[in-house]
């Protein structure tokens, strides 16, 4: 299986990302702001077939349109809470939006349906290179802002007492996320991101006990299930991105079954803080 150079590229590309996701959904999930990642993968699906239509490669556009897309949702703040609905449409039109590109350039309609359900095993060198280098770049930005977000999104109110800039500090996570974005659709496609962008986060806060095993575990499993997900498609030849879902979704499952799993705890520190004493 590793003779072939798609398969090494294959692991190499699931590893870089996963293990970028799992922390980077953690907080995701920690902050109850999942919808992010599911919108800035449909608003990068524009950027990347838009650059396809200019002649830039769409990785590097599917980029540029995250990043962007996340600090504007960080500048706004707490004002993209409770605007479901206006942003379903801005989703519905950054798809229609994205269809009407490779409506006048059709040659790349290959690349388009990676881009919307993923092609891990369809990473070159130059790819898994750039992948390296965004999970490099956003694991380094998250540890830079890890004590002050973890402050902003536990308590909030008393972080801002304490001088923490939220908006800064939403700024900057949600362009992070936008950069783990870019990267998980290059495994699993827009479609899909919430597989290793929020299952294994949602599992790991269910199981563990505090925020460093959390992000340990949201990590492993994030990179077990892809793994695992490449290996199974190698053996039924189905396509990773299925069952990369397939796990992701299953071990949420089993942590919310009570009793299969003795260990499983549920942490109200991490998921409902309860207000901290007063300096």
Same mark, same amino acid.
């Given at each position: 299986m590793f003779s072939y150079d798609f398969m090494v590229n294959a692991f190499a590309a699931a590893t870089a990302v996963a293990l970028v996701a799992g922390p980077v959904g953690f907080f995701l999930v920690l902050r109850q702001q999942s919808f992010a990642g599911h919108a800035l993968s449909h608003v990068g699906f524009t950027g990347a077939t838009g650059a396809a239509l200019l002649g830039f490669p769409p990785l590097w556009g599917l980029v540029a349109m995250t990043l962007a897309a996340g600090l504007s949702m960080g500048f706004l703040g707490e004002k993209v809470a409770g605007r479901d609905v206006a942003i379903g449409m801005v989703l519905a039109a950054s798809l229609g939006l994205g269809l009407l590109f490779l409506h006048f350039f059709t040659s790349y309609a290959a690349q388009a349906t990676a881009l919307l359900f993923g092609n891990v095993f369809g990473v070159d060198r130059a790819t898994l290179r750039t992948l390296i280098v965004l999970g490099a770049l956003t694991l380094a930005g998250l540890a830079l802002? $890890?004590?002050?977000?973890?402050? +902003? #999104?536990?308590?909030? *109110?008393?972080? *801002? +007492?304490? $001088? =923490?800039?939220?908006?800064? =500090? #939403?700024?900057?996570?949600? !362009?992070?996320? $936008?950069? +783990?974005? +870019? !990267?998980?659709?290059?495994?699993? !496609?827009v479609l899909l991101v919430f597989t290793l962008m929020v299952g294994p986060a949602a599992t790991a806060q269910r199981l563990t006990r505090s925020l460093g095993a959390g992000l340990a575990v949201s990590a492993l499993l994030a990179l077990a299930e892809a793994w695992g997900g490449i290996l199974l498609a190698w053996t039924t030849d189905w396509p990773a991105s299925f069952w990369i879902t397939a796990l992701s979704g299953g071990m949420y499952l089993l942590s919310c079954l009570p009793g299969l799993l003795p260990w499983r705890v549920r942490n109200p520190r991490l998921q409902a803080p309860g207000p901290l004493p007063a300096p």
């Open positions: 802002i $890890g004590r002050p977000l973890l402050f +902003a #999104s536990l308590q909030p *109110e008393l972080a *801002e +007492a304490r $001088g =923490v800039r939220l908006r800064l =500090v #939403s700024v900057l996570f949600l !362009g992070l996320v $936008g950069l +783990a974005t +870019a !990267g998980c659709a290059q495994i699993v !496609g």
